[in-house]
């Protein structure tokens, strides 16, 4: 109660207040991680300057660091570095950095040679790091995870083996420390192959930054990665196995359970929310909660925004939520979490379709559709009324032909009813099925891609779509162009400026930006 008395604004001055007139408060880890979270998604260096000079002391200060070092070295070439170095004598990862500095500006890609084997290319597909290797990921400060034969080590990038092949398995290198597995014991080694912390356990896995999960048994606790910056005390004890289950949310919480109930916890293992509820899904700035058959909303404190008394919980967009109680739904008014002055008689999927947004709500009424607004004035029925969705748009079956179409919420025909099926497709437009093909469409009724693919699919969380063609894959952008014909046995992410292909049992980059492709020179 008294951590939320001082934090009624969720401002950053609440939660400094907070912490210079109760430094040892149990919410203490709390306050530092909502003060970073304001900080976090920042791309002005002197933002984070700023907050390096005002918070030395905060717990995330060394991931400030981080991010303030790479928004204040350009590209990351020697130059820059060297002068970020010398105008931060006490940058917290200055020793790290200098190991890093030679081999900071080559920038390779795997590429496999007939036999399989894996090696590293530059970016005119000159063969830098011979192909000897049966796998390797892409380098993470200056490091690569690669295999040979089933044990993993690590490489540098002018292919030097800085961690022996000894363990069964070799995490990503993150802050200078990889996650390692090697037969029963699972631990953290230093960029040299250093072990600097083991334990006889079943799992351990990066959770946070700084904190990893840990399997002990059939339960699973935290550990500290490098607590207070001190490597030596790495593995110290955060939270003991006690949960079913941990799962990551964000970058700062993570739902747990234990049996049947869950609740949520920072990455201190301060139970935010108590592990008492029978179900809860996060979103960006709250939880749905149920607890005994009964539903509502706490904000990311635990705070009670929407009382716990409801049968179901239904639409919710960016201004509203709909919320049921025994026949009514009333509406939330997402801003400040009051109810409107309006409630609707529930009707057969009414989760899906009472959509309250710009003053309007959907109703049925004498069996067809119409908008209701806070006035209590109907429209006219709809001409759709054999309806599957409403939100920005209206969803529907066309009752003689029984196909499906989309309409605006002015009854404007935006998708002609003309498709098998048609669905959401993330917040870019609406995925159509045609005789067994897909095809897509945005909001405005714009057809971007016409129904010609086996499947359109989203890549990973990037812009683009994935289109397929008999088993052969290629690229679409948001927009609807094709950048890729159909025509690869597999595309991925590789970084934020590449796409990795396969074809034919070859490997290749495309570049997003410049629209270029890499591949290994064969006359070599």
């Not at 590209?75 to 570095?81: A, E, F, K, L, V």
Request: aromatic letters at 14%; glycine letters at 8%.
């Amino acid at each position: 109660a008294q951590f939320t008395e001082w934090n009624t604004h969720d401002e950053e001055g609440d939660f400094s207040t907070f912490l210079l007139y109760h430094p040892n408060h149990p919410m203490k880890s709390v306050a530092e991680d909502e003060i970073f979270r304001k900080y976090e998604q920042s791309e002005d260096s002197n933002r984070l300057k700023l907050f390096i000079a005002t918070y030395p002391l905060n717990r995330n200060i060394s991931t400030v660091w981080k991010s303030y070092f790479r928004l204040s070295s350009c590209n990351y070439s020697p130059d820059c570095i060297k002068s970020f170095l010398l105008r931060h004598p006490n940058y917290p990862y200055r020793n790290e950095l200098e190991d890093e500095l030679a081999s900071y500006t080559l920038n390779l890609f795997p590429c496999l040679n007939s036999t399989g084997k894996y090696g590293f290319m530059d970016e005119k597909g000159k063969v830098q790091i011979a192909e000897r290797f049966e796998n390797v990921e892409p380098f993470f400060e200056g490091l690569s995870v690669v295999s040979q034969g089933d044990k993993f080590g690590a490489i540098n990038k002018l292919g030097k083996v800085v961690v022996s092949f000894d363990y069964d398995f070799l995490d990503d290198f993150h802050n200078g420390l990889a996650i390692f597995n090697q037969g029963e014991n699972w631990g953290l080694l230093n960029r040299v192959g250093k072990v600097i912390w083991d334990k006889n356990c079943k799992d351990l896995r990066m959770l946070f930054a700084d904190v990893m999960l840990i399997q002990e048994g059939n339960k699973y606790g935290l550990r500290a990665i490098r607590p207070q910056g001190l490597v030596e005390e790495s593995g110290k004890v955060i939270v003991d196995a006690k949960f079913d289950d941990i799962t990551p949310l964000n970058s700062s919480y993570a739902l747990v359970n234990i049996g049947s109930k869950y609740g949520v916890i920072n990455s201190s293992g301060y139970e935010v929310i108590p592990v008492q509820f029978d179900e809860i899904v996060s979103y960006d700035t709250y939880y749905t909660v149920k607890k005994d058959a009964y539903f509502g909303i706490l904000d990311p404190f635990g705070k009670e925004l929407v009382p716990i008394i409801y049968d179901q919980l239904g639409v919710s967009n960016n201004q509203s939520l709909a919320c049921r109680k025994n026949k009514e739904v009333f509406f939330y008014r997402k801003e400040f979490w009051k109810l409107f002055p309006l409630k609707i008689e529930a009707y057969p999927n009414w989760q899906h379709l009472a959509d309250f947004r710009d003053g309007q709500v959907l109703i049925k009424k004498a069996k067809e559709f119409c908008f209701l607004d806070t006035l209590g004035k109907t429209s006219k029925p709809l001409k759709l009324q054999n309806l599957k969705y409403a939100g920005l748009t209206l969803m529907g079956v066309d009752e003689k032909s029984k196909k499906v179409g989309v309409v605006s919420r002015g009854n404007k025909l935006l998708i002609p009813f003309d498709f098998d099926d048609i669905e959401l497709l993330n917040d870019s437009g609406y995925l159509v099925r045609k005789n067994g093909m897909q095809g897509m469409y945005n909001f405005d009724g714009k057809c971007l891609l016409p129904c010609s693919y086996d499947q359109i699919k989203c890549l990973g969380e990037s812009e683009y779509y994935l289109i397929e063609v008999d088993q052969k894959f290629g690229l679409a952008s948001k927009e609807g162009s094709v950048l890729l014909e159909p025509k690869y046995d597999r595309i991925s992410i590789f970084n934020n400026e590449y796409l990795g292909l396969e074809t034919n049992g070859n490997i290749l980059y495309f570049n997003r930006l410049n629209k270029t492709f890499i591949q290994k020179d064969v006359h070599e």
